[in-house]
């Protein structure tokens, strides 16, 4: 190097040595390689992971299709309010599945734990969790039913209703007497005894107002309570559907003549209330001369309210009775009765029912006199 020359002077960089190299190139390798191999233990533990989740799915799969633990039909309640995990412990109890939590997964896999409907439900034997849980999303529970005939009080109405198994609850306070329908009533195990009463007197309100609306003008009725009340008066004198027409017509006509309606059925509602009459107890003079305010033999007009609950029949009878005169009628004997105008022809026809019962030993039947 020249002392004064335009070169800058450089200070020389040592070498690296081949030891150094050595110690540096494997540090790299090794690195490299440790993350390679834990790169590919995360990713075969990922598969693994993988497969594991498939085999389960599909074991559970396998295990919520198929044959159930079932071997004879069974029926399942499914409470009102119940929760998935309710119904699942529940019907596993019952041996209608297998296992409460697969039936739980595969129902909330199907997005369908807001889709079971409460409800009695049957299943066959070897029924799947999927037809488990198919029926109960249906909603296509077992039906049971009540019935109330026609021209039954309150009192009888709750005394069927308190002996049916499959109702549930408290009866609620005593209806009004007339304001339930009589009729086959249809539900699902676990209603409850108010909910029902509560439908039959819905229905007889909406029955009795449709009626009422149609009826024919100028009925001695002054309103809804005493249209029921007439009702119910036929619905008790006859349980022949084509007869109450005629038979509403004689009430209609007493009424439009201030005469006493003397109905037996009201006798007997004064004395006995609606529990009925025992029926080895005959009506008798004193009965008939009781003072009740249901004693249709002794006031005039209608009594204060319903004797028993109308059904279609009898209401639309009232609301459109038989174009007639008559005044009077009385069992005929057959089943029937026999209708007339005038006090005369009335009482031949008892003298008639009179005969028939002496000859066959029956027990005389009531006649609407005055």
């Known amino acids: 190097m020249t002392i004064g020359s335009d070169e800058t002077v450089r200070e020389p960089v040592p070498a690296e040595t081949t030891a ?24 075969s533990g990922a598969l693994a992971l993988a497969l594991a989740a498939a085999g389960v ?79 109960i999303r249906s909603g296509n529970a077992i039906l049971h039913s009540v019935t109330i005939p026609e021209g039954w009080t309150v009192a009888q109405i709750y005394a069927r209703l308190a002996a049916d198994d499959t109702l549930v609850g408290d009866l609620p306070p005593v209806a009004p007497e007339g304001s339930l329908l009589p009729e086959t009533y249809k539900f699902t195990r676990g209603l409850s005894r108010a909910e029902l009463v509560s439908q039959m007197s819905a229905a007889q309100s909406k029955l009795v107002a449709e009626i009422w609306k149609g009826r024919q003008d100028g009925l001695p009725v002054k309103d809804v309570g005493q249209f029921v009340t007439l009702a119910s008066i036929v619905e008790k004198e006859t ?40 029926s080895d107890e005959p009506i008798r003079q004193s009965h008939i001369a009781s003072d009740t305010p249901y004693n249709t033999y002794v006031i005039r007009g209608l009594p204060p309210g319903p004797i028993a609950n109308p059904g279609r029949a009898a209401l639309e009878a009232v609301a459109h009775p038989l ?23 009335h009482n031949g026809n008892v003298r008639r029912l009179r005969e028939i019962e002496r000859r066959s030993g029956g027990v005389p039947a009531s006649a609407s006199t005055e």
């Not at 110690?23 to 590919?40: C, E, I, Q």
């Not at 299709?65 to 529940?90: F, R």
């Not at 005469?259 to 529990?275: F, H, V």
């Open 239 to 278: 349980g022949i559907d084509s007869e109450r027409p005629h038979v509403a017509s004689v009430f209609v006509n007493r009424l439009r003549k201030n005469m006493r309606l003397q109905s037996d059925p009201t006798i007997i509602y004064g004395i006995w209330g609606g529990a009925g009459k025992p």
């Open 20 to 43: 150094e190299r050595h110690r540096r190139k494997p540090r790299s390798r090794s690195a490299r390689n440790s993350f390679v191999a834990f790169l590919s233990f995360c990713v």
């Open 57 to 135: 799915v599909y074991w559970g799969k396998t295990e919520f299709e198929g044959a159930g633990p079932l071997q004879q039909e069974a029926t399942y309640l499914v409470p009102k309010g119940g929760g998935l995990d309710t119904i699942a412990s529940g019907l596993e109890r019952k041996g209608i599945i297998s296992d409460a939590r697969i039936f739980e997964y595969g129902v909330r896999f199907e997005r369908a734990a807001s889709q079971l409907k409460a409800g009695e439900y049957a299943f066959a034997p070897g029924a799947s969790m999927r037809d488990v849980m198919d029926t």
């Open 323 to 345: 174009d007639t005169d008559d005044l009077y009628f009385v069992a005929d004997g057959t089943g029937g009765h026999a209708f007339s105008k005038t006090l005369d022809e």
